[in-house]
């Protein structure tokens, strides 16, 4: 059965188990995702690549099948899906397996696909296009994030924005995100901070830098830092998403349960880890203990302080102390 990406709020999901999600519209499919699916369920989401489960069918059917004390519900999303494990799912819904979601998540996928014909015609399984969006939609998007933030705005503001992400949803969030890191405590933003704040995505995202930072890779975050010809504004940016992504990680430390479960803990946290930045966000995990991420929010803190009153010297004093988190702690 088709319906529209709106429309899901209306579905009932006692009724509807199997949905397919396609088309380019990454960042709504994830909106989505996270929103009507994930935030249904506090434990029992398995994510997977389509590839992984071709690898190793029989291990995928049975942590379908196998049923936990603690797990009442399972939802299974599969990303990067094609034609290819068609099969396999038609296979599953035969099975009519108790307390199973099972979402699909597809890029383009042709009139002709097998795996979109079986979700479109079979009434009991939902089937949802998600096309590029426009610029009222996105238009809308910005205009409500700074009224939540209660931050004026003009037109000309929202026009540059949506003008820089290109059209995509994705991009444009990954733009609120650096300006939302930007503006705490800030009751005003002008065109001129928006300009230098968005141009950063001609470099490595501060998120890039920081992620590889706390992970301790070494090359890489050098290789980041030479690379690319960051402001002194885009200081604050870095050194603000590096206070976000410590407190993420005290955060998921108070998850542990008693086997101190990394991967448990991480499939825990809300919002949801995005699956593709799971594998580097435990290998953080493993690379500090909760005391010296305390430590390092603490430390942080001190050098935003320095780079606002030294703004000249910004790029220095972020540099040293980056490069003194993967040597030296």
């Known amino acids: 059965m088709i319906i529209k ?3 899901l709020a209306k579905i009932d999901f006692k009724n509807h188990y199997f949905f397919l999600l396609y088309g380019q519209n990454e960042g709504l499919k994830n909106q989505i995702i996270d929103t009507k699916f994930k935030n249904l369920y506090d434990e029992g989401i398995y994510i997977y690549e389509e590839n992984e489960i071709l690898q190793n069918v029989k291990v995928f059917f049975n942590s379908v099948l196998s049923k936990s004390f603690f797990e009442k519900k399972k939802l299974i999303i599969i990303s990067r899906t094609t034609d290819k494990i068609k099969d396999l799912i038609e296979e599953l819904f035969v099975k009519k397996v108790e307390d199973l979601t099972l979402v ?17 015609k079979n009434k009991e399984t939902i089937c949802v296009p998600f096309y590029e969006d426009n610029n009222q939609t996105l238009n809308s998007i ?5 009224r939540n933030k209660k931050i004026p705005i003009s037109q000309q503001l929202i026009n540059v924005l949506i003008d820089r992400c290109r059209g995509d ?20 933003i002008n065109l001129k901070e928006i300009i230098k704040l968005t141009k950063l995505a001609d470099n490595y995202s501060a998120s890039e830098l920081i992620d590889q930072c706390l992970a301790k890779n070494t090359r890489k975050t050098a290789t980041i830092l030479n690379e690319n ?8 940016i870095i050194i603000r998403t590096l206070l976000t992504k410590l407190k993420r990680l005290v ?7 008693g086997k101190n479960n990394i991967d448990r803990a991480i499939s825990l946290f809300k919002p949801p880890i995005f699956w593709k930045d799971k594998p580097l966000v435990t290998q953080q995990m493993r690379a500090w203990k909760k005391n010296e991420l305390n ?10 302080c320095l780079i606002k009153k ?20």
């Open 5 to 7: 990406s709106f429309e």
């Open 104 to 120: 699909l998540n597809a890029e383009t996928l042709e009139k002709k696909s097998k795996l979109r014909s079986f979700f479109e």
């Open 142 to 146: 910005v205009s409500q994030f700074f």
């Open 169 to 188: 949803r994705k991009n444009l969030n990954n733009e609120l995100e650096k300006i939302e890191n930007f503006s705490l405590n800030k009751k005003s």
């Open 229 to 236: 010809n960051y402001s002194n504004e885009d200081s604050i």
């Open 251 to 257: 955060r998921i430390y108070d998850l542990f349960d």
């Open 295 to 304: 430590n390092l929010i603490y430390q942080s803190s001190q050098v935003e």
């Open 310 to 329: 030294n703004l000249s010297m910004s790029k220095s004093l972020l540099f040293d102390f980056i490069i003194s988190i993967i040597l030296f702690n």
